[in-house]
């Protein structure tokens, strides 16, 4: 069965400071990856998606970038975190016309 | 852009009690699903729709994706406390990813 690893769970960061959360699935091959971010328990903002190596699509213009060097690894990236950055992080993963399913999240704070 | 509007905002109920939720859209979608998600955790998937008119049940939820495929809702019967949650809709189209779109969510409080 498909399972998704994201990390680390949560993370403190000063502000200025770069930025580095790691997404895996294991399971299965070519799925479309997913970055999200929630502010307080609501609303899903998508940040990135991805349809294959080294394919990436922003949604939203922000301090943040993406990258997929592995057909099943997307990380999530910035060179100066924001203090606006903070929130839970939410990574995702879909194959072909199925359901996009979640990881457990990180948990960014920055100071 | 699309946008989703999922009511309640938040629900207090008794245990025991049944629950609905619904969402509406101004935009039609190819597929309708519902998400629970715990505080702290990623939310999991609860129901998937795919067809206009469908009814899936999955334990005591259950869900309907409307005929005119711009509205859902959950129902959940005899609630009891492990309910407690927030609870999303998300309705995808076609195209490149399937890009969700998600309602701003239903926090449901279950109470003893």
């Known amino acids: 069965s498909q399972t998704i690893h994201q990390w680390p769970a949560t993370l403190v960061q000063p502000v200025g400071s770069p930025l580095s959360l790691e997404c895996t699935v294991e399971g299965t091959s070519n799925p479309n990856l997913y970055w999200y971010r929630q502010a307080a328990g609501r609303g899903l903002q998508l940040l990135f998606y991805s349809v294959g190596i080294g394919q990436i699509s922003s949604e939203v213009p922000q301090n943040l970038s993406a990258s997929r060097p592995q057909d099943r690894q997307f990380i999530l990236s910035s060179k100066k975190l924001l203090l606006s950055d903070s929130g839970f992080y939410l990574c995702?993963?879909?194959?072909?016309?199925?359901?996009?399913?979640f990881g457990d999240g990180t948990r960014l704070s920055i100071l | 852009g699309q946008q989703l509007n999922q009511s309640p905002q938040s629900m207090f109920i008794q245990e025991g009690e049944d629950v609905s939720m619904n969402c509406t859209s101004s935009s039609i979608f190819n597929t309708w699903l519902w998400y629970k998600q715990d505080p702290g955790e990623g939310p999991v998937l609860l129901i998937a729709?795919?067809?206009?008119?469908e009814l899936t049940s999955n334990g005591r939820l259950t869900a309907q994706f409307g005929i005119t495929r711009k509205d859902s809702f959950l129902n959940i019967s005899a609630s009891i406390p492990s309910d407690v949650g927030i609870y999303f809709c998300?309705?995808?189209?076609?195209?490149?990813?399937?890009?969700?779109?998600f309602g701003s969510g239903t926090q449901l409080t279950v109470l003893p």
């Open positions: 998300a309705g995808q189209t076609r195209g490149s990813a399937r890009q969700l779109t």
């Open positions: 729709l795919y067809k206009a008119g």
């Open positions: 995702a993963w879909s194959v072909n016309t199925g359901p996009q399913h």
